[in-house]
């Protein structure tokens, strides 16, 4: 009996451990491959050249030595399709360009709802900063670079003037949004997208008693902690309304193709004092997939759409596909 043959795709993964300890999973290894994925581990510590053959690599690295071999890499395999291109990512590694984008999309506003950007500003240094131009206190303090360090996640609330002096440019600072302690993390592969409910900070009028100028971030990370232990706040998140999904799929595609990415989340929050006002807050490059439910089949349906699309390509190229149709 002829044996069959099934195409398998061989996708290489280049990740810090924690993050290949996070998302690449031995479930969704096992689900990747009962639907034709092979997911091979990059050997960081060998020539990424070396290691062909792949159909397609994933990649989640910072650092000149791993973007200069996957330079070499995609231009002696001009086949292989690299998720993502590493400019694109660059532009999420900078808190202004990241949000800029979503002040570019052009799309068609659904109505009664709009979205947007919190009002923010770059400072460079504190030394020549003396107005905060147009924004309202509290704001909220942000590295400017988003690289993945502990430093990049390092933030503040600034209450007042007062606060701005204990800053260490550069930052951005950013009008702090009341939102009901809810925040929205919308997750993209490719053409899928999923939204979930998150706690987040509580609105700022629960901090009215305190006397502080600025609230390093971990201080209020730590406020969420315990508030998480109460069951009221919890019951609201689970009853909170979620915002629409043909919103939430429109800003999604909008966000990737101006970014050119497949890979990313957003962190979005909706206003509290206006209505149906949704603002875009953060964007992460490779974000926590596993934590959302079936994230195996949601990465593994992405990665098929990517090896299988370029197949189709291959064959449209080679004139395959047009004389199949026109038997
Ligand atoms: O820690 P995880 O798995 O939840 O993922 C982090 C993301 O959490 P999220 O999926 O949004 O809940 C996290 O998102 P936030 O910035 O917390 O909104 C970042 O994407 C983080 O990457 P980096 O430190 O900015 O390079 C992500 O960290 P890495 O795992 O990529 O280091
Ligand atoms: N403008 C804002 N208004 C209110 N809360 C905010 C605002 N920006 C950030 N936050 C809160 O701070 C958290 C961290 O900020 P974010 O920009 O997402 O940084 P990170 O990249 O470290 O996740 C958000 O998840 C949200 O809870
Ligand atoms: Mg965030
Ligand atoms: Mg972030």
Request: one cysteine or more.
């Amino acid at each position: 009996m002829a044996e069959e043959t099934v195409t398998r795709y061989r996708i290489g993964y280049a990740l810090e451990p924690q993050k290949v300890h996070t998302v690449i999973q031995s479930s969704l290894i096992i689900h990747a491959k009962n639907r034709g994925i092979d997911l091979v581990q990059i050997d960081l510590s060998k020539p990424l050249i070396d290691q062909a053959p792949y159909h397609c690599i994933i990649h989640k690295l910072y650092g000149p030595e791993w973007c200069r071999q996957l330079q070499e890499f995609s231009s002696r395999n001009p086949d292989v399709i690299v998720v993502d291109p590493l400019d694109s990512i660059d532009r999420l590694h900078n808190r202004i360009s990241m949000l800029q984008v979503v002040n570019e999309l052009k799309i068609c506003q659904q109505p009664e709802i709009s979205f947007g950007i919190p009002k923010q500003i770059f400072v460079d240094n504190l030394a020549f900063f003396y107005e905060i131009e147009g924004l309202k206190f509290p704001v909220i303090a942000k590295p400017l670079v988003a690289n993945g360090s502990a430093n990049s996640h390092q933030m503040a609330l600034v209450f007042n003037k007062e606060g701005l002096k204990g800053l260490k440019p550069p930052i951005i600072l950013q009008e702090f949004v009341n939102h009901g302690g809810l925040i929205f993390k919308v997750y993209v592969a490719g053409d899928h997208v999923k939204c979930v409910k998150r706690k987040s900070l509580p609105d700022i009028s629960e901090y009215a008693v305190s006397s502080e100028d600025l609230l390093p971030f971990s201080q209020i990370s730590n406020l969420i902690a315990q508030d998480q232990s109460d069951e009221n706040v919890a019951k609201l998140i689970e009853e909170a309304e979620m915002p629409p999904s043909s919103f939430v799929t429109e800003i999604a595609n909008g966000l990737k193709h101006a970014l050119k990415l497949n890979l990313f989340n957003f962190d979005m929050i909706r206003d509290s004092m206006v209505g149906n006002r949704y603002l875009v807050i953060d964007i992460n490059y490779f974000p926590g997939y596993a934590n959302l439910p079936s994230y195996e089949t949601f990465l593994t349906d992405f990665f098929l759409d990517i090896v299988q699309r370029k197949q189709s390509t291959n064959l449209e190229s080679i004139g395959v596909l047009v004389e199949q149709g026109s038997n």
